[in-house]
Nanobody
Framework: EVQLVESGGGLVQPGGSLRISCQYS????????IGWFRQVPGSERKGISC????????VYTESLKGRFTNPRNGAKNTEYLEMNNLQPEDTAVYSC??????????????WGQGTQVTVSS
């Protein structure tokens, strides 16, 4: 059973940075893709970025390019979303999702529970 657990959300001041983690387990093979999404209550969930096990990485939302990245530091079974120069409009629940197809072009079959990010002074 694939499981995804996000962590690292919290309160951050405008202009600040935050790195949230997605710890995954249960993939049947070595291939996967992890997508990042965010949702504000009452609004649609929006895609942020995706990274695959073959290091393909893409940012879905043009306006977030350059501020949101998917760094890797060799941590086992963990992917990250690093967010810089955060603004109040970035406040949302951030979730990771996964597929076992090693491609960011497919949909996602598994979802984490989400972590709240609040940007406020």
């Amino acid at each position: 059973e694939v499981q995804l657990v996000e962590s690292g959300g919290g309160l951050v001041q405008p202009g600040g940075s935050l790195r949230i983690s997605c710890q995954y387990s249960g993939f049947t093979g070595d291939d996967y893709a992890i997508g990042w999404f965010r949702q504000v209550p009452g609004s649609e969930r929006k895609g942020i970025s995706c990274i695959s096990s073959s290091d393909d990485s893409t940012v879905y939302t043009e306006s977030l390019k350059g501020r949101f990245t998917n760094p890797r530091n060799g941590a086992k079974n963990t992917e990250y979303l690093e967010m810089n120069n955060l603004q109040p409009e970035d406040t949302a629940v951030y979730s990771c999702a996964a597929n076992e197809g090693n491609t960011c072009l497919e949909g996602f079959d598994y979802w984490g529970q989400g972590t709240q990010v609040t940007v406020s002074s």
